[in-house]
């Protein structure tokens, strides 16, 4: 049985396959592609893109590998909008591959981004409002409204699992020209596992600390000469290692077919089903942190008061974070010739949540201490219980055209395409009723086994929904060997309609007046609709035919309730549908480098994104006015590939020099400085495989020393300490069908905080050490 292998660096003939020059309705494209069958008939298979929509970064010929491949090296991103390789790419760009990732263990997207310095979860939320799932900040801005799949946005403030990802691609820096309305700093793209001609069964076993247990599937099966069948599914059942009670118990399945491969029409398509039961973690108290203080002056004792035990678990055992996640996904390829293709994608999504977590704030008046000297027996309130049952859907059509164009002077390589998209956002409220709470956890001894808090309907309902219609045009004009620009522009039309009913007296709820507390009042019901047009030029320069240097300037935007879908009615929001969209331009010069025959990929870049219209307060009238800015710049650095047959590598660092240019201090202690934000980042992993076998790794983390949010509270800290963390791996071919992993975390067992709240009453304490062993099979 042959085995399933992938190749990173596709041959490439002749000159660039991609780009486009047409828009036009998605439907149409879609109907021209399959109504002529007869023109690729006369066409020979080689003269063909016969690959998938991953197919420029993998490829699955049906060939024998040995064991792991340490090959961390992609050349080409999966979106036809990107039509150069990613060496004249003139953006910074990483790609952590699915190699990586099972080498790593990592399970989740947000550890998967541990391989992208200053990527990742640092912001645990308000006081009441934890964050869930993928809460990402990137380069000092929340990013986890900017996530996609294959191209197309994915809602949900979920946590998405890795079983069916075949690599994961960040672009830094505003990537509003490519994907419409996203962060300032820029996007993560999943790309979704594809069937491949070639048979081929694998998997793993897991097992480690915090019962940890998961396995996964991935088998791909050749049902023709042009058809195939893959079949990818996980099922997890997980604490999680230093913490009590915490769970992450899922299980998925991702069915697809492929038709019509190495032809000039291939079709795809992907069923995704992900179903979770978690037991979300809420963090514990600063208490006893550097740079905590007591929160009441009164009670000075608290500022020496011993420092909680990171494993204790302050939430209750009704919380939950049940989730639900289907996605139905249909692409179309056709190749019109060696020069013109079409790409069509559709997709179908929707996810559910319901969500409860007991949350908690260590203020003054929630701190219980009724004798000073014996600390056993004080309390926290579990007074800010964190509810959501939301559901998210969206319908999107992409079509795409892709078109090199030769002349005598210059190269066009063209990308355009029209993309129609419908998000919506539909919310239900929860809330304590009947003035319920659940009961005051011990401080240093919590019980998770209580009652008492009476939960259901507040009343409270919000719909969202966002209509987008897009067109844009990517074109890199090539005038000779060295010289190269690269230019795109995008135009989305949205509308946004929003409708509440919220409850007067609740937290963030508007004054009840006369009526009683609890009534359920009329919130904001608005639509707003508007243009957002986002652009980004390239200049590049190929010194010699392995490097290039280039200049790039990108700007992007994102809209009121363009991250969430939701409006609100509150001065102080960037939602608020009075307001213009959030503006962001970048800036940035960089190189990149092929070296040691196409193996090790060199990159380095300074960058500066400045973002324009934040809110400020003006002191005198107290209204607010768009006339911020922040601004983040720095430099970042990556090496990717391998050094030798036998050793490979994939590191990254940044530097990340975040500020308030105009208007109000956003971190706790005054200055100027972004909140959930390392000054340096660095991430690096390498693995060597030795004569015997046996292959070994590491790698190294490191996070600077973040400030938190500001919000008035008192005695907690300022800011968190800076930490290393290292990791390791060892392994090997028991046989040709089976290899045994072990992974080693946190060697040193390091004591971090790996996120905090905005109050800085709460953190998330990193992982100590603790070790994975994986059963790596294939046939």
Not at 689 to 707: D, S, V
């Amino acid at each position: 049985m042959a085995f399933i292998k992938s190749r990173k660096h596709p041959i490439t003939q002749g000159k660039p396959q991609s780009a486009t020059g047409m828009l036009t309705a998605a439907t149409l494209f879609t109907g021209l592609a399959l109504a002529l069958p007869t023109m690729a008939a006369d066409m020979p298979a080689t003269a063909l893109g016969a690959a998938p929509q991953v197919a420029n970064a993998k490829n699955l010929p049906g060939v024998k590998v040995e064991a792991t491949s340490n090959d961390y090296r992609v050349d080409n991103l999966s979106s036809p909008k990107f039509t150069q390789p990613l060496l004249d790419t003139t953006q910074t760009i990483s790609v952590i591959t699915k190699e990586l990732i099972q080498q790593q263990g990592a399970t989740t997207l947000t550890e998967a981004l541990r391989n992208s310095p200053g990527v990742g979860t640092f912001f645990v939320g308000e006081n009441g409002a934890t964050t869930t799932g993928d809460g990402i900040y990137m380069r000092g801005f929340d990013t986890s409204g900017s996530i996609f799949v294959d191209g197309v946005r994915d809602l949900g403030s979920i946590s998405r699992d890795v079983f069916n990802i075949e690599q994961v691609e960040v672009s830094k820096g505003p990537a509003g020209t490519d994907n419409g309305r996203t962060a300032p700093t820029g996007a993560v793209n999943l790309v979704s596992k594809q069937p491949q001609l070639g048979n081929g069964v694998s998997g793993s076993v897991a097992y480690g600390n915090g019962q940890h247990r998961r396995a996964t599937a991935d088998w791909n099966q050749t049902l023709g000469d042009n058809s195939a069948f893959r079949l990818n599914v996980m099922g997890q059942d997980s604490g999680v290692p230093g913490r009590d009670k915490v769970e992450n118990n899922r299980w998925g399945i991702a069915p697809s077919l492929a038709f019509g491969l190495k032809t000039a029409t291939r079709v795809y398509l992907d069923f995704l089903h992900v179903k979770q039961n978690n037991l979300p973690d809420g963090g514990v108290p600063t208490i006893g942190l550097p740079g905590y203080s007591s929160p009441d002056p009164s009670r000075p004792f608290l500022t020496t008061a011993a420092r909680v035990d990171p494993e204790n678990f302050y939430g209750t055992d009704s919380d939950h974070d049940n989730v639900q996640a289907d996605m139905f996904t249909a692409i179309v390829e056709r190749d019109f010739s060696p020069n013109v293709t079409l790409h069509n994608t559709t997709r179908w999504g929707r996810t559910r949540q319901n969500y409860l977590l007991t949350s908690f704030m260590g203020s003054a008046a929630n701190l219980l201490t009724p004798d000073p000297t014996d600390p056993s027996r004080w309390r926290i309130a579990r007074s800010n219980p964190t509810f959501k049952q939301q559901v998210n859907r969206i319908l999107t059509n992409q079509t795409n055209i892709t078109a090199t164009i030769e002349s005598a002077s210059v190269t066009h390589s063209l990308s355009a395409g029209v993309e129609l998209s419908q998000e919506k956002a539909d919310t239900v409220g929860m809330g304590a009723l009947n003035g319920s709470a659940w009961p005051a956890a011990n401080l240093y001894d919590p019980n998770a086994n209580v009652g008492g808090l009476i939960r259901g309907p507040t009343g409270a309902v919000s719909r969202g929904r966002t209509d987008t219609a897009a067109a844009y045009l990517f074109d890199t004009l090539k005038f000779n060997e060295q010289w190269q620009v690269n230019a795109g522009v995008r135009l989305d039309h949205y509308t946004t309609d929003f409708s509440s009913l919220v409850v007067c007296g609740a937290r963030n709820g508007p004054a009840c007046g006369a009526l009683p507390a609890g009534s359920v009042l009329p919130g904001v019901n608005t639509s707003k609709s508007g243009n957002l047009p986002n652009y980004k030029l390239g200049v590049l320069y190929k010194p010699a035919a392995n490097g290039s240097i280039y200049a790039n300037f990108a700007v992007s935007q994102e809209p009121p309730g363009g991250n969430t879908l939701t409006f609100s009615a509150s001065a102080n929001s960037a939602d608020n549908p009075n307001f213009d969209p959030q503006k962001a331009r970048t800036i940035e010069f960089g190189t990149k480098w092929d070296l040691l025959g196409e193996k090790l990929l060199l990159t380095g870049a300074l960058y500066r994104t400045t973002v324009s219209n934040e809110l400020v307060q003006d002191p005198v009238d107290l209204q607010y006015y768009q006339v911020g800015k922040k601004r983040v710049q720095g430099i970042e650095l990556s090496a990717v590939g391998k050094l030798t047959d036998n050793w490979a590598i994939s590191a990254g660092y940044t530097t990340i020099d975040a500020k308030v240019i105009n208007g109000s201090a956003v971190a706790n202690d005054g200055s100027s400085d972004l909140a959930y934000t390392p000054k340096s980042a660095l991430t690096a992993w390498t693995t060597y495989h030795l004569p015997f076998n046996l292959t070994i790794g590491g790698g190294a983390r490191y996070a600077g020393e973040m400030k938190r949010g500001t919000d008035g509270a008192i005695g907690t800290p300022a800011f968190t300490e800076a930490y290393w963390v290292f990791d390791a791996m060892a392994s090997y071919p028991v046989s040709k069908h089976l290899d045994l992993q072990l992974n080693l975390y946190n060697l040193f067992d390091k004591s971090y905080v790996a996120a905090i709240n905005k109050s800085g009453y709460r953190y998330t304490p990193g992982a100590p050490r603790s070790a994975m062993l994986t059963a790596n099979f294939r046939f």
